[in-house]
């Protein structure tokens, strides 16, 4: 099934492909396209957050009032789309698509005045501390305490798998604020400065060798309560919320590239018999199916997102997106490791590393095809396991 643009939706693209033509440069486009996981370090996406931001365009779920450039879901979804496929050095969805809402929901207007600019500037980066070590799926049995002490909470304990903290300058968090009533209860949700005194951050290496999550320690640190959004106890509630963003924001612009990635991949290499894996036949089926699985995913956001355009959260329908797609994600490095072949290799991750004088050899996509496998089989972890998903989707779906 294709979608047929409508005349302006047409016009829109060309802006678009003329703005990237004209505006992303060079190393901005290779750095995007040397990016593994599913942002990009912030030396990267930062410099083209601030040339987003200085167009309008750095937040197109944004509403107008806050700085959104008030596109309709098709502009949305072509935007992405065109910015995939120009190989855009991914931005950091912590701010622009986890915080920034919840903030415009659940924020004072003091709060919503401060950090929402500094969210489309970059003057913040964000990262999310919700995990704790044993605390995960399980994300309400959390246990980092905020004890109350005139305007400030001081906070104990720890967070985990906490992507980019390194980089970060404020955190988001949950913490315990009280022990009584049901778990969910006691949660306060907090904004807080990563430079407080008391905080330490320890790097945690991943399998694909980079480092991208932290464990973050707490240990007596101040955070005033003017950083506190929502009520003390409740934050459960903007918790929920902001997850329903993390796991039904975004497309799958990036997929459609990934998947285009291996069928360049599959044409350029020459089989044990001479011939590209694109003339094998079961490779062709593989291929054929996984495209026409990702045109069902891209139709149902596409529905999905006409549902929300009247500003409403995403609902289940955000589990059922984020399980699609990261299975999706995943078929495809699968494919992606076969049509790489023996090029995808350790090597080749020495080859991508900056200053490497490892000689990149094959096809220039299979430099990334094995760091890309590796790095995607945490998407069916973080943002919520996809088996926790399926207990969402059984209980909200089908009313199991
Ligand atoms: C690369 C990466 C980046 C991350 N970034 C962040 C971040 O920036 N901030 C942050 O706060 N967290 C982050 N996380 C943490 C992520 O949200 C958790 O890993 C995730 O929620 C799973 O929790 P867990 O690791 O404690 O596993 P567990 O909850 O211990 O789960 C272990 C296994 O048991 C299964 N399981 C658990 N409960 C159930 C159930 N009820 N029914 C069926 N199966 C179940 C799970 O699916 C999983 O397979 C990140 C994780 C990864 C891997």
Redesign the pocket.
């Known amino acids: 099934m294709k979608l047929a643009l409508e005349k302006k939706h047409e016009l829109f693209r060309e802006e678009v492909r003329a703005f990237l033509a004209e505006k992303l440069p060079p190393e901005l486009a290779e750095a995007g396209r040397l990016t593994t996981s599913s942002f990009s370090e912030p030396q990267h996406n930062l410099p083209w957050l601030k040339i987003l931001n200085e167009k309008g365009w750095a937040a197109p779920h944004w509403p107008k009032e806050y700085g959104g450039p008030g596109w309709d879901e098709m502009q949305k979804y072509i935007f992405s789309s065109e910015c995939a496929k120009a190989g855009t050095p991914p931005l950091s969805p912590?701010g622009l698509q986890m915080v920034g809402p919840c903030i415009m929901g659940y924020g004072t207007e003091e709060q919503k005045a401060y950090y929402l600019p500094r969210i489309l500037s970059g003057e913040d980066y964000w990262?999310?501390?919700?995990?704790e070590p044993?605390?995960?799926?399980?994300?309400a049995s959390l246990q980092m305490r905020a004890v109350s002490d005139g305007d400030d909470y001081i906070l104990n304990g720890s967070?985990?798998?906490?992507?980019?903290?390194h980089h970060a300058n404020k955190m988001f968090c949950l913490v315990r604020t009280s022990t009584d009533g049901k778990p969910q209860q006691g949660i306060t949700f907090l904004l807080l400065d990563m430079n407080t005194p008391g905080i330490r951050v320890e790097p945690i290496i991943?399998m694909a060798g980079e480092h991208?999550?932290n464990q973050v320690f707490f240990d007596d640190v101040r955070v005033p309560k003017s950083g506190r959004l929502g009520e003390e106890d409740d934050g459960w509630t903007v918790a929920k919320y902001l997850l329903e963003f993390e796991r039904g924001g975004g497309s799958s612009a990036g997929i459609e590239a990934a998947l285009e990635r291996v069928r360049i991949m599959a044409h350029a290499e020459a089989g044990s018999d001479g011939k590209p894996l694109a003339s094998d036949p079961a490779f062709k089926r593989r291929f054929s199916d996984t495209k026409i699985a990702l045109e069902a995913i891209t139709v149902t956001e596409q529905r999905v997102a006409s549902a929300l355009a009247g500003g409403k959260n995403p609902g289940a329908a955000s589990s059922m997106l984020k399980t699609a797609r990261t299975e999706m994600m995943q078929r495809i490095d699968t494919l992606g490791i076969e049509a790489a072949g023996l090029y995808g290799n350790v090597e080749q991750m020495a080859a991508r590393q900056p200053g490497s004088n490892v000689e990149p050899v094959g096809p220039a996509h299979s430099l990334t095809a094995m760091p890309r496998y590796l790095?995607n089989r945490?998407a069916s972890?973080?943002?919520?396991?996809?088996?926790?998903q399926?207990?969402v989707m059984a209980k909200l779906l089908l009313g199991l």
């Open positions: 912590m990262c999310q501390g919700y995990s044993g605390s995960g799926s399980d994300l967070k985990i798998w906490t992507t980019q903290a991943t991208e999550v790095n945490a972890i973080y943002g919520g396991s996809n088996e926790v399926r207990n």
